[in-house]
Structures are given as C-alpha cells and as structure tokens.
Antibody, heavy 128, light 108 residues
C-alpha cells in the first residue's frame, strides 16, 4: 500500500529556508502516471497548493510562491523535496506531501489532476 | 485562477439525514475537473470524488458528486457518525488549481 511520509525541521527562523522531504513507499516515484507535490494548511485554515514535480524533474509552482519555492525529485531514493526560502510567520502551516494523477488533454497536454494520496502532514512553525 | 465558493459554511445535521454541499466556480470548470475531499480533525484530507462524479476507491456509495460548468454538488445520503467533518472542493487541470474554503458538516 502506498505511503507518503514527510520529514524535516518543525521550527524554522524567519528569513531562513524551510526544507522538507517526502519519502514514498509501496510505490515507485518513477512511474509515468503521477505527479508528486506539496500542499499546506495554516492552522485553522484551508488548503493551498504549493507545487508539484514529475519524475523527469519538470515542475509546476503556485504563482503566489514563485521565486521562493523549489521542488525536486530523487528517484534513486524514491523521495521528493520542498525548499521554501525567506520564510515568514505567514508560512507557518501543516505541510502535506501528496500524489496527483497525471491528466492528459488533447488540447493542453499533460497537467496535474486530483490528489489521490496524502502524507500525514507535518507542522512547520516559523518563529525566532 | 478559478475561484471556488462553497456553501453553506457550516451544515448542522443529525445522523441519518442527507447533506447537500455546494461548490460554485467563478468560471466554467473544463472537463468537469472538480474533486471533493473530506478532512477530519488532525488528519490529512481524503479523496472522495474526482471528475465531478466519480467515486474514489473505497468510498461508500452514500457519497455522490454531480454538476458541471460552474455548479457542483456533493451529496451524502444517510449521514453516518464518521461523516461529520470538513469538505473541500478542488479545481484541477490547471496550475496551480484552487481549493474552496470548505464546508463543515457538524452534528446538530
């Protein structure tokens, strides 16, 4: 059974870089059917898509985080990672890693689809 | 990005009743690229519906999705105690895609 598990520091200082890793077990990250990505949820609030990566390394990012976010994939370790630079208190959230179906549309090509698997989430607090 | 609005914000019902949740998009959602998720306190969301009306694997048939264009509905027939949770709709197929603000279904 597919499992995703986030790991990384739970506390990050303002202006520093948030780094998280998602380890995937029970399935290969190298498959052609899925994107892999990150979603966050500030305490008591809704969901925000951060970005996604395909096994080839191609990425999609939320424009609201453009310039601060990098998502990369390591197929040899079956892991993918998130780096978010210059964090502020507004980046405090539960961060989820997730798997997204890979859609194909004849007009627009491939794009990320629905989210069919989630990690359990990890709380990252930005504070000095 | 397409803005999603969910209503009502909170729905107070009793076990055994039917829940009808609405998700309205600010623009037409192409190809019915609309999903629904359930989230319980302290847990990650869980996929219920994708493609507006297709149930995900293992989801009971009391959950159903419908709609197209800009108006979508999640219906939960005969609410079970474990169905009281927050429900989010999600537009995908474009980057980054957007989530609705959620509807809380709580026990009356």
């Amino acid at each position: 059974q597919l499992q995703l598990r986030e790991s990384g520091p739970g506390l990050v200082k303002p202006s520093e870089t948030l780094s998280l890793t998602c380890t995937v077990s029970g399935g290969s990250i190298s498959g052609s059917r899925y994107y892999w990505g990150w979603i966050r949820q500030p305490p008591g609030k809704g969901l925000e898509w951060i970005g996604s990566v395909y096994s080839s390394g191609s990425t999609y990012y939320n424009p609201s985080l453009w310039g601060r976010v990098t998502i990369s994939v390591d197929t040899s370790k079956n892991q993918f990672s998130l780096k978010l630079t210059s964090v502020t208190a507004a980046d405090t959230a539960v961060y989820y890693c997730a798997r997204r179906d890979r859609l194909y549309d004849i007009l627009t090509g491939y794009s990320p689809g629905w989210i069919d698997a989630w990690g359990q989430g990890t709380l990252v607090t930005v504070s000095s | 990005d397409i803005v999603l609005t969910q209503s009502p914000g909170t729905l107070s019902l009793s076990p055994g009743e039917r829940a009808t949740l609405s998700c309205r998009a600010g623009q037409t959602v192409s190809s019915s690229y609309l999903a629904w998720y359930q989230q319980k306190p302290g847990q990650a969301p869980r996929l219920l519906i994708y493609g507006a009306s297709s149930r995900a694997t293992g989801i009971p048939d009391r959950f159903s999705g419908s709609g197209s264009g800009t108006d979508f509905t999640l219906t939960i027939n005969r609410l079970e105690p474990e169905d009281f949770a927050v429900y989010y709709c999600h537009h995908y197929g474009t980057s980054p895609g957007t989530f609705g603000p959620g509807t809380t279904v709580d026990i009356k």
